[in-house]
């Protein structure tokens, strides 16, 4: 079946350090993959998404790219901020399903001033 | 837009009630819709899929008959949680979709049930 591991938390860092939050997943055929952001209390927002490899994924200066032949889709930003403060999913939706997402178990992200 | 809201977000119900979580879409139609489980430090964990006017489909280990959902409109959503027990508490999430093959989900607040 399809899966989705990202890299454990918390992760803690300073204002405008580098942040990278690995993500693999395991799918048959050509899923499509996402970033979601849960901020304290809020409920779950998509950060980017790609939907084929080689894409890349950008908004609010976080990146990711679409890697068919390493089956990941690690998340990148160069330069956070304390509001950045959050936890981030890793998610895939496979081509067989109606929109089903299969999640990772997310990643807090702790940035500090 | 795509604004989803739950309520309540917070319930407390004693051992053997039944609660009921509306699910809204407040502006757009949602021919789909997902209810979620939510454990503390946890990913998400989906318990059903619900199509308007259709059945929901349950995934695998969850209790359908303990977990009924309802998607009588296209905007409207309902998971009523029947006689509830401690382990059922949790963070409920739900999640509306505009249609069938669209790719984004717009995910509500959530709803943190106690079962005392």
């Known amino acids: 079946g399809n899966s989705v591991t990202q890299m454990e938390g918390p992760v803690t860092l300073s204002e405008e350090a580098f942040l990278t939050i690995n993500c693999t997943y395991t799918a048959t055929g050509y899923p499509s993959l996402f970033w979601y952001v849960q901020y304290p209390g809020e409920g779950l927002q998509l950060l980017l998404k790609?939907?084929?490899?080689?894409d890349k994924g950008s908004n609010k200066g976080f990146e990711a790219t679409y890697r068919k032949e390493t089956t990941s889709f690690h998340l990148e930003k160069g330069s956070v901020q304390v509001s950045d403060s959050a936890v981030y999913f890793c998610?895939?939706?496979?081509?067989?399903?109606?929109?089903?997402?299969?999640f990772g178990a997310g990643t807090q992200v702790v940035v500090t001033p | 837009g795509a604004v989803v809201s739950q309520h309540p977000s917070r319930v407390i119900c004693k051992s053997g009630t039944s609660v009921k979580i509306e699910c809204r879409s407040l502006d757009f139609q949602a021919t789909t819709m997902f209810w979620y489980r939510q454990f503390p430090k946890q990913s998400l964990m989906l318990m059903a899929t619900?199509?308007?006017?259709?059945?929901?489909?349950?995934e695998q280990g969850v209790e359908k008959d303990k977990f009924l959902i309802n998607h009588a409109s296209l905007t409207l959503s309902t998971l009523t949680v029947t006689s509830a027990h401690p382990e059922d508490s949790s963070f409920y999430i739900c999640?509306?979709?505009?249609?069938?093959?669209?790719?984004?989900?717009?995910f509500g607040p959530g709803t943190r049930l106690t079962v005392t």
């Open positions: 619900s199509n308007e006017g259709s059945k929901a489909t349950y």
């Open positions: 999640s509306a979709q505009r249609s069938q093959g669209a790719y984004e989900q717009y």
């Open positions: 790609a939907t084929k490899a080689d």
């Open positions: 998610a895939l939706r496979s081509t067989d399903s109606w929109g089903k997402l299969q």
